[in-house]
């Protein structure tokens, strides 16, 4: 009796035992990978998994591509609504500050995400083109002269863009803030190292020339006359049309001031009425921002021509820019922005309007659309000035008559806050995490010129109310309060002869 | 090992072989108040492990049994046990019945959850909280949220809306983390289950949930640790608590066929609609208008009643050796608003085959399918109710007349599909008294596909040409425990029980979503014929493990000491942190079994168990987050990479600590039962997601830095007004109160959670309302400009409570039950006033705003004035009331029928609220992934009054 209970009972336990000791051995045994409940396999590429890259540097350029494309967006949309170039309507960033330019605190650069910060998106830039050429290239056999130029240009573009945008900022983890000047000076060193080879960027614009139009630029910001004009020159000799526009991806990457020119409900950016003509330039979501341009080398050649004092020379290179701005594509947009401002007022939307520059300044017609509806928008430059205008200007009229061209041909393309003089702040985010950076330092504060006016007024026009409420024009004619380009022609002078560098 | 096994099993196999001629004991178990049998009842022998389970008529029989004296303990669930010395005659067959007295502090009654092992909740150092089968049979319930709604203290749950397919936010004791979900984890039948809170696209801020569709019929019991010393041998994984879910088991003896019918209706909630978007002038004034006069229009046209039919058949029975509880299911739900219609399909089997005395196996598994539709809702413009309520649903539509704009808003599918596959064995293998074994292996897996078809004729409002989208989650959970139990010999008055076990579960997520836009032709569904399809993955993997010991220590059985230990180790952990140990220790003091309390106080507190513990609890990082990654994205035809994580081998769980004491007393001669628990729960190493320097070109990385802490009370009363056995009436009272705060961020800069409205800073409360206020900046009394405040509410209740009555008359043949709840010390955002306010429509009154003169220059919008838009959110809801008669046994005599009853049954049958814009109780928008405090609604649809009436027969 007890050898009949007991027998089928130890059967049962050596069962059990060998089951569970089998299975245990299965869990964590070496060799029982199948078993394992323990392994885990992140589907991003780890640290480890890209240190196994065949071409790394060959991997990473294309993100230094897509990082250029998203810090140029951000760095438009909101530089042009810190100028007299566009209002914001709607609370679509966190409010109207990027109009009151004094207002801008650090904070105020924090309300921009990853996707909106020009901050945040020029710092990626540069710090992903650090990786690359510092970490990563070092140790890859197959990375080409020609890649290592691309990722020089593009940590050049982000150095340029910061240098001309910020007052300085740090350029490495637990860095002192670089001032602007020595950021354009690491720019220029950048550039200069993406010169001299046949590689091509993206839709086979010439890297070479490329990086000569964004040394000029670089040498115009730092007061270089002569550098400049030079790089200015050898663009246009080597293609007097040439065009570097950054094109974009609807399904990942899309323009992104499109987005608040066009496919938002309350459309944020709302241009200056006298510009209202070249708007909206960015006509869907790949439509490309231009980066380089001939007619921005002609200009930059005029400018430096008037700074030796020869206006006929600048006369010829402005009328030249024109007529290339003129030869330009333009395309059919059917626009139903209702140009509404923060009240839900409409503002100047009626062909019939024409506008001042400035009180007292003769009305112009021509400037202003009638929206919603069918316009035709131009797709890389335009200008109002006609050849008329400039042979008839001199002086300091002259010099107007150039930054007006500057506005309306580098339109959107994030060059008047430049000119403008106004820098940005570093974000807040920077400062409460890096210890060699505190409240106060050089690039914590905004820095505005004392001629730019105050609040908002460089975007404000009269009368504020144009439109009865069924819709009717009660007047025709808008004046805009200020005129930036005769402050700034009156004010500041040429920017290359008064390049209003921190840290110089 | 193996050798104390055998030792063990031989010394039970000697001492049960040795027996001449066999007796047999039998008998019933009734209840000693209504002398009602009482099915299912445990009568064992514990010297021998022997045992059996009464049938229908509560007759019980143990056959085989050795001659001798035992003591023979009758146990029942939410009875006190019976204990008789019983002398059993060689051959002799002896009847002894036992008459069992309520348990009304449960105190008797076991629990496993948290424990390992069985334990009577007498000897428990912390509360947990039990629901048993009679308390929820009867609740007209569509979900097991909706189940605790009320029925535990220190449990806040918030439904989103009353759509098809979703469930609530559920908190217990506060919140103790700022990053994921504050969901409890819950077990089936030992089984972890899936409990993700966004299964779904938002579509305007509600998601679908995967606690949607759990079962609610064919539960046996619910037990619920709140976190703290309950939950710590969980381990990293048990800081929100825990819910165990057991489901029915077939009893021993004639099999049973148990149908039930329930058919109702749902009665919209209009209360908080105003249906002021018709209150466009030229829907109200003008009589040539189409709309004129049409002021009730989502009311009369959009939201209806609902059909409700559910219908059950289980069967239940089975012999000592095997048993079987198999159930079918059968859901319909039309709901009260165009396109949410919801039917439900579950199949339940659970069997158990006692295969020797000493060894069970058991087998508990389900499927079911679930078929939903949804509106879009909340933020989105395609959401009928918020504009229809709240916006220009003409101006949106196009369309001329509200019927033609309503047709065009129901144009949209949103059809969500779920398949769920539940099942799990258990084997328990007891080879001694001393020594016992369970060993439980299940998984969940769990799929579903939302299917979002925009037609070409919705363009108007859309604005392309047609665009579906759809949403598949892949889900599995496999569960794998052993436990193993040894009771050592009585040693004087000590006994002791040691706890050991190994517990493990890994979890694979797998999301992908397609979105194809631009049809050329109607009537397609195919993606692949759309114009462009993009698609997106993400995947998750986490393995959690751990090993726990509990030592629980008996003197004179009245002071019990437990404590335990838990070592975890977990994927998400970072490279650099080992095991994880979380230990626990208690104390519990049966006062009342002292010999001196008896003759003295005893009189006026029958029953005063006094109780004390402290127990780390843990929550486990996110998956990966510990890694460095890169993360490319598609750009013109390239692989784009950027940097992604920054990584950080030092990540670890974050880390609640609680300490709680309390008591359990029964008053004057069992008229009143007491529950109060105080505690105070300290989350240390909490996880915030901390910014890196943006010179490093990185974002955030989640890093353990914050110390968060919850402080606060569980109360439970229950007064027994009269307690005969022809009439009993009972009132019951539940309260939780708790004081939430960020104690430290550990250089973590502020952050919001919604918006910038809920708020994370140091010293506040978790999700502050932190809103615009109306300022006055030149001291001429007059508001002229506004600021960004802290305003000392938050958007979840701070309090809670219910208060429920149970009436019994007849001889238990009638039975009513009411129950109510309430929370306080919220606010709730009326969201759909923004929008109104928005599109010209004042649904709230904004402050007006002066300059700086003290000239009126308007109101202050509401991005200006947003504290306008926050609204009491206290509520008290009537929330059932059920009626159920059970038909005399006399009239059933003659019929094949053991049981029957009919029950009626209402649920959310009035809202008590101190405004009518926003609807107190729900929870609203929330986001996946993150921390959800609800609290922020558009025009959101109310839980509809859902009137029942059921007819349950057991054959």
């Not at chain 2, 064992?44 to 045992?51: E, K, N």
């Not at chain 2, 000592?320 to 165009?338: A, C, E, I, K, M």
Request: net charge negative; aromatic share 10%; charged share 20%.
């Amino acid at each position: 009796m007890e050898n009949y209970l007991v027998k089928p009972m130890r059967r049962v336990i050596t069962l059990i035992g060998s089951a569970t000791c089998l299975l245990l051995l299965g869990l964590y045994g070496a060799g029982c990978d199948f078993l394992d409940p323990t392994r885990v396999e992140n589907p991003r590429t780890t640290l480890e998994d890209f240190q196994k890259a065949p071409e790394p540097v060959a991997a990473l350029l294309p993100g230094l591509r897509a990082q250029f494309a998203r810090a140029l967006g951000a760095v438009v949309v909101i530089t042009e609504f810190v100028t007299d170039n566009f209002s914001i309507n709607g609370t679509g960033l966190g409010g109207t500050v990027y109009d009151f330019p004094r207002d801008i605190k650090p904070v105020d650069m924090d309300r921009t995400s990853r996707f909106t910060g020009p901050y945040w998106n020029l710092q990626e830039l540069r710090a992903l083109a650090d990786f690359l050429i510092n970490e990563v290239a070092p140790n890859d056999e197959r990375a080409t002269p020609e890649q290592l130029a691309e990722a020089h240009y593009y940590r050049g573009m982000a150095y340029l863009m910061l240098g001309e945008n910020f007052v300085a900022v740090p350029v490495e983890k637990d860095g002192s803030p670089v001032p602007a000047a020595q950021l354009l000076e690491r720019a220029i060193n950048d550039l200069e190292q993406a010169l001299g080879t046949s590689a091509q960027l993206p839709d086979g614009v010439s890297l070479d020339l490329a990086a000569r139009a964004a040394l000029a630029r670089a040498h115009r910001a730092l007061g270089h006359a002569a550098p400049a004009d030079q790089f200015a020159q050898q663009v246009l000799a080597a293609d007097p049309e040439f065009l570097f526009a950054q094109g974009f991806d609807a399904s990942s990457i899309d323009n992104a001031p499109w987005a608040y020119l066009v496919a938002r409900a309350l459309q944020e950016m709302q241009p200056l009425p006298r510009l209202d003509f070249l708007d909206p330039k960015y006509i869907d979501r790949e439509s490309p921002i231009p980066v380089a341009k001939a007619e921005e080398m002609l200009l930059i050649r005029a400018e430096v021509a008037l700074a030796n004092g020869d206006e006929t020379a600048a006369r010829n290179f402005m009328k030249a820019a024109r007529a290339l701005a003129a030869s330009r594509p333009v395309a059919e947009f059917q626009d139903d922005d209702p140009r509404l401002d923060n009240d839900l007022n409409p503002r100047p939307r009626s062909s019939s309007i024409v506008i001042a520059d400035e009180p007292g300044a003769p009305f112009r017609a021509g400037l202003v659309k009638d929206r919603p509806g069918l316009v035709t928008v131009p797709l890389v430059s335009a200008t109002s000035v006609t050849d008329a205008d400039i042979d008839a200007a001199s002086g300091t009229a002259l010099i107007r008559l150039l930054y007006l061209m500057r506005q309306e041909i580098l339109f959107l393309e994030a060059r008047r806050m430049h000119d403008l003089g106004i820098r940005l702040p570093v974000m807040l985010r920077e400062i409460n995490t890096n210890p060699n950076l505190n409240d106060g330092d050089l690039g914590t504060r905004v820095f505005v010129p004392d001629y730019i006016p105050p609040a908002n007024e460089m975007d404000l026009y009269d009368p504020l109310i144009l439109y009865d409420e069924q819709g009717n024009l009660l007047t025709n004619q808008v004046t805009i309060r200020i005129d930036m380009n005769r402050v700034l022609a009156e004010s500041r002078g040429l920017v290359v002869q008064n390049p209003l560098l921190p840290g110089q | 090992m193996r050798r104390a096994l055998l030792f063990l099993a031989g010394c039970l196999f000697l001492a049960t072989a040795s027996r001449a001629q066999n007796a047999t004991l039998q008998g019933r178990v009734l209840d000693a108040r209504t002398g009602e049998p009482l099915p299912g009842a445990n009568v064992v022998i514990p010297a021998l492990t022997r045992g059996a389970a009464t049938d229908v008529d509560g007759l019980y029989r143990i056959e085989d049994l050795p001659a001798g004296t035992y003591e023979v303990v009758a146990r029942f669930i939410g009875y006190r046990e019976g204990r008789i010395v019983v002398t059993l005659q060689p051959g002799a067959t002896v009847t002894q019945d036992f008459a069992l007295e309520e348990d009304l502090l449960q105190l008797d009654e076991v629990v496993v959850t948290g424990q390992g092992t069985s334990i009577a909740r007498r000897k428990l150092a912390t509360d947990v909280a039990v629901l048993t089968a009679r308390e929820i049979e009867e609740a007209p319930v569509l979900s097991v949220d909706q189940l605790l709604q009320g029925r535990v203290a220190g449990a806040t749950i918030r439904l989103q809306s009353a759509q098809p397919g979703q469930a609530a936010l559920i908190d217990f004791r506060g919140i103790t983390s700022v990053i994921g979900s504050q969901t409890p984890v819950i077990y089936i039948d030992g089984i972890r289950v899936d409990t993700e809170l966004g299964t779904s696209f938002s579509l305007g801020g509600e998601l679908t949930s995967a606690l949607a569709e759990l079962i609610t019929s064919d539960i046996e019991r619910i037990e619920i640790t709140r976190g703290g010393a309950a939950s710590t041998l969980y381990g990293s994984d048990a800081a929100s608590g825990v819910i165990q879910i057991f489901t029915k088991r077939g009893q021993a003896g004639r099999s049973t066929v148990t149908i039930r019918t329930e058919l109702g209706f749902d009665q919209p909630e209009t209360r908080f609609l105003k249906d002021t978007g018709f209150s466009f002038p030229q829907t109200r004034e003008d009589p040539n208008d189409p709309n004129y006069g049409k002021t009730r229009f989502i009311r009369d046209n959009f939201l209806k009643n609902g059909f409700y039919q559910n219908y059950y058949v289980g069967f239940s029975g089975g012999s000592p050796t095997f048993t079987y509880n198999v159930s079918g299911r059968l859901q319909n739900d039309t709901g009260v608003q165009p396109e949410n219609e919801n039917t439900l399909y579950a199949l339940r089997a659970n069997l158990q085959a006692q295969l020797r005395p000493e060894l069970e196996v058991s087998f508990s598994g389900s499927y079911i399918r679930s078929q939903f539709q949804r509106l879009f809702n909340g933020q989105s413009i395609y959401d009928p109710l918020t504009t229809f309520e709240v916006g220009d649903a003409l101006f949106f539509s196009g369309a001329e007349t509200f019927e033609e704009a309503l047709r065009i808003f129901l144009l949209p599918d949103v059809d969500e599909g779920v398949h769920r596959f539940t099942a799990g064995s258990t084997i328990r293998f007891t080879p001694s008294p001393l020594f016992s074994n369970k060993l439980t292996v299940g998984v969940d897996m769990r799929a579903n596909e939302q299917r979002v078809f925009l037609p070409i004729e919705f363009e108007p409002v859309s604005g392309n040409r047609g665009e579906l989208s759809r949403y598949n989650r892949d889900f599995s959970v496999v569960t794998l425990e052993y436990v193993g139990t040894i009771n050592y010999p009585q040693m004087g008055p000590v006994t002791s029980t040691f706890t050991f076990g190994v517990q493990g579960f890994r979890e694979d997520e797998s999301i992908i979503t397609a979105t194809g836009t631009t049809f050329a032709l109607p009537g397609t569904k195919d993606l692949d014929e759309a114009a462009t399809v993009t698609a997106e993955e993400t995947r998750t993997q986490i393995f959690n493990g751990g090993i726990f010991f509990q030592e629980q220590l008996s003197f004179f059985d009245r002071l019990f000491l437990e404590a335990g230990l838990r070592l975890d180790g977990n994927s998400a952990f970072g490279k650099d942190v080992g095991l994880q140990t979380y230990p626990k220790i208690g104390l519990s003091y049966n006062l009342h079994d002292e010999p001196f309390w008896r003759e003295s106080i005893g009189r006026y507190i029958s029953v005063l168990k006094l109780r004390a513990a402290y127990g780390e609890t843990g929550k486990f990082p996110s998956p990966y987050a510990r890694d460095v990654t890169f993360q490319a994205t598609p750009f013109r035809g390239e692989s784009a990479p950027r940097f992604d994580n920054p990584g950080n081998p030092e990540l670890k769980p974050e880390r609640t600590a609680t300490l709680e004491a309390g008591f359990d007393a029964l008053l004057f001669q069992n008229r009143l039962s007491l529950n109060a628990t105080f505690y105070r729960a300290r989350t240390s190493d909490a996880l915030l997601y901390v910014p890196e320097q943006p010179v490093t070109g990185k974002g955030t990385q989640l890093r353990n830095v914050g110390v968060i802490e919850n402080v606060g009370v569980e109360l439970a009363a229950e007064i027994y007004v009269f307690n005969r056995r022809d009439l009993q009436w009972s009132i019951g009272l539940t309260y939780h109160g708790f004081r939430n705060r960020m104690v430290d961020m550990g250089g973590a800069p502020p952050f919001a959670i919604f918006e910038p409205w809920q708020r994370v800073e140091e010293g506040h409360p978790v999700g502050e309302w932190y809103v615009t206020v109306p300022i006055d900046t030149n001291g001429d009394g007059l508001p002229d400009d506004s600021e960004f405040q802290f305003i000392g509410k938050t958007p979840y209740p701070t309090k809670t409570g219910s208060i429920s009555t149970s009436l019994s008359l007849f001889d238990n043949r009638l039975q009513f039950y009411a129950l109510a709840d309430w929370a306080t010390g919220s606010l709730v955002a009326d969201y759909g006033s923004a929008w109104a306010s928005f599109n010209g429509i004042e649904r709230t009154v904004f402050p007006t705003r002066y300059d700086l003169e003290g000239n009126e220059i308007g109101k202050f919008r509401y991005r200006e004035a947003f504290i306008a838009l926050l609204k009491n959110g206290d509520y008290l809801k009537i929330r059932e009331l059920s009626l159920r008669y059970s038909l005399p046994r006399t009239l059933l005599r003659n019929l094949p029928v053991q049981r029957a009853s009919v029950t009626f049954s209402v649920r959310n049958v009035y809202t008590f609220a101190k405004q009518d814009l926003v609807d107190p109780e729900l929870a609203g928008w929330a986001a996946p992934g993150d921390l959800q405090l609800g609290g922020v609604q558009s025009i959101t649809l109310s839980p509809p009054r859902q009137f029942r009436f059921a007819v349950q027969v057991t054959l």
